[in-house]
């Protein structure tokens, strides 16, 4: 493993252990060029995923942009990391768990958007309004209105 800081290729494993999830495993670092410490995370992969936009362009399922999205949606709400990364893992697993090395990228906005509406609401419609790109106010107005079971008084 590469050295983040000084780029030296031979670093030490000090330190291995699972997540608290047991889908991945934790391992502290040490390179001795330069003297810093690292965390790094190993996950088990069952298959190479790719994912099929609505354009129709292939392009490599990246667990990484799929955090970062979530993350984005739940930023300055009171939702632990944990809970999100275990969410983000459940999510990964159920698309391997699919068979399919091809998957269309409204398979995985469909599986978040049903995580997220369990997780944090206002998460939800967040990514909702990204996700079925509303255009004006009344699109929120309407999809928090299905929300709340149609007692929208618009």
């Given at each position: 493993?590469?050295?983040?800081?000084?780029?030296?290729?031979?670093?030490?494993?000090?330190?291995?252990?699972?997540?608290?999830?047991?889908?991945?495993?934790?391992?502290?670092?040490f390179c001795p060029s330069c003297g810093s410490?690292?965390?790094?995370?190993?996950?088990?992969?069952?298959?190479?995923?790719?994912?099929?936009?609505?354009?129709?362009?292939?392009?490599?399922?990246?667990?990484?942009?799929?955090?970062?999205?979530?993350?984005?949606?739940?930023?300055?709400?009171?939702?632990?990391?944990?809970?999100?990364?275990?969410?983000?893992?459940?999510?990964?697993?159920?698309?391997?768990?699919?068979?399919?090395?091809?998957?269309?990228?409204?398979?995985?906005?469909?599986?978040?958007?049903?995580?997220?509406?369990?997780?944090?609401?206002?998460?939800?419609?967040?990514?909702?309004s990204v996700y079925r790109n509303f255009r004006?106010?009344?699109?929120?107005?309407?999809?928090?209105?299905?929300?709340?079971?149609?007692?929208?008084?618009?």
């Amino acid at each position: 493993m590469r050295c983040p800081f000084c780029g030296n290729a031979d670093t030490q494993v000090k330190d291995s252990r699972p997540t608290e999830d047991n889908a991945s495993i934790r391992r502290r670092r040490f390179c001795p060029s330069c003297g810093s410490r690292f965390t790094t995370f190993e996950r088990i992969q069952l298959r190479e995923l790719t994912v099929v936009k609505k354009t129709g362009q292939r392009v490599p399922f990246d667990r990484d942009k799929l955090m970062r999205s979530i993350l984005i949606s739940t930023r300055k709400r009171p939702v632990e990391h944990e809970r999100i990364e275990r969410m983000v893992s459940g999510i990964v697993r159920r698309l391997e768990s699919l068979g399919e090395s091809e998957i269309q990228s409204s398979v995985i906005g469909e599986m978040v958007m049903d995580a997220l509406s369990n997780l944090d609401q206002v998460a939800y419609v967040r990514f909702a309004s990204v996700y079925r790109n509303f255009r004006e106010a009344r699109d929120f107005e309407t999809f928090v209105g299905e929300l709340s079971g149609g007692d929208s008084d618009t």
